[in-house]
């Protein structure tokens, strides 16, 4: 039922839903990772082959779903008649300078509406006992994203990364800012030269903000970001932290004792945000 993440979420601008995940392990310092892989439900355990049965880190499109096939993987159809249905509204709707058009009551109901663009991403580091740092990111992207498109998820250094003397760090939001900065491997990268989790998280969101005044595109009228951009990050003493651009962000954390939400810090307040 949800439409924000992997098997039922919203798919590419063809309707097929497209996944990209990636994994990282600490202690061995090795990543594996599939992008733009279809018809597989679970692409984390598709990319945990890749670091663990190849010499390779990144498998895209066709051949990542060869491998999948290779290890057994059942395919199917990602789609659910739901998000089909929101993904036909979205595409009758889009131009009235194309040959679609929707029915004359249309088959969506309201409160499906709103989810007419989405995204949606889980990242997820951890620390164990004796010192072993891990991430993965999984992620169907972004809703009607070209076909073929590859966010951050599935790229090492972007959407994730881990490095076992110093920490671990991930993203969920709008991949190409994060692409065209490779965030993950900054924050871990800042930790490393003393920052707390959260004030390296809240770095690299200055500096996605700083370049992103560049596209005066992507900017809002007081030259913010138009788009959402969320980092998680924990260090090898256990203490973690999240940022995102714009007030209202949280995220889970176990901190040993008990697993709970807690809100991002942020750079922004979210009525400044113009999405
Ligand atoms: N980061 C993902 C991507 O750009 C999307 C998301 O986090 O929602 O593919």
Redesign the pocket.
């Known amino acids: 039922d949800d439409m ?2 992997g098997y039922g979420g919203l798919p590419n601008e063809d309707g097929v839903v497209e996944l ?1 995940s990636s994994g990282m392990y600490g202690p061995t310092h090795t990543a594996g990772a599939v992008a733009a892989l279809r018809n597989i439900k679970n692409p984390s355990k598709v990319a945990r082959l890749v670091m663990e049965r190849t010499d390779h880190v990144l498998l895209v499109g066709e051949g990542a779903l060869k491998f999948a096939r290779a290890h057994g993987f059942k395919e199917e159809d990602l789609l659910t008649e739901k998000s089909r249905a929101v993904w036909l509204r979205w595409k009758e709707t889009m131009s009235d300078r194309d040959n679609w058009f929707p029915p004359k009551s249309d088959s969506v109901p309201e409160e499906l509406r709103s989810v007419m663009s989405t ?3 889980i990242n997820c580091i951890a620390l164990d006992a004796a010192g072993r740092l891990a991430g993965v990111t999984t ?1 169907s ?2 809703s009607w ?1 070209l076909s073929g498109r590859v ?3 599935p790229i090492i250094g972007a ?1 994730l990364y881990v490095d076992n003397d110093i920490g671990a760090a991930g ?6 800012a ?1 692409l065209q900065t490779c965030a993950s491997f900054r924050i871990v990268d800042f930790m490393g030269r003393g920052m707390t989790p959260e004030q390296a998280c809240l770095k690299v969101c200055e500096v996605i903000v700083a370049k992103t005044k560049l596209v005066s595109r992507l900017c809002d009228d007081r030259g913010l970001p138009k788009f959402g951009l ?1 980092f998680y990050a924990l260090n090898k003493k256990g203490e973690f932290g999240a940022a995102c651009l714009y007030q209202g962000g949280s995220y889970a954390a176990h901190d040993g004792v008990e697993n709970k939400l807690r809100d991002a810090a942020y750079l922004y307040k979210r009525r400044e945000r113009n999405r």
Do not use: A, P
């Not at 993203?171 to 190409?176: H, K």
């Open positions: 924000s993440v990209d995204h949606g991403t992620t992207g972004l994203k966010g951050d998820s959407g993203s969920t939001g709008r991949g190409e994060n969320n």
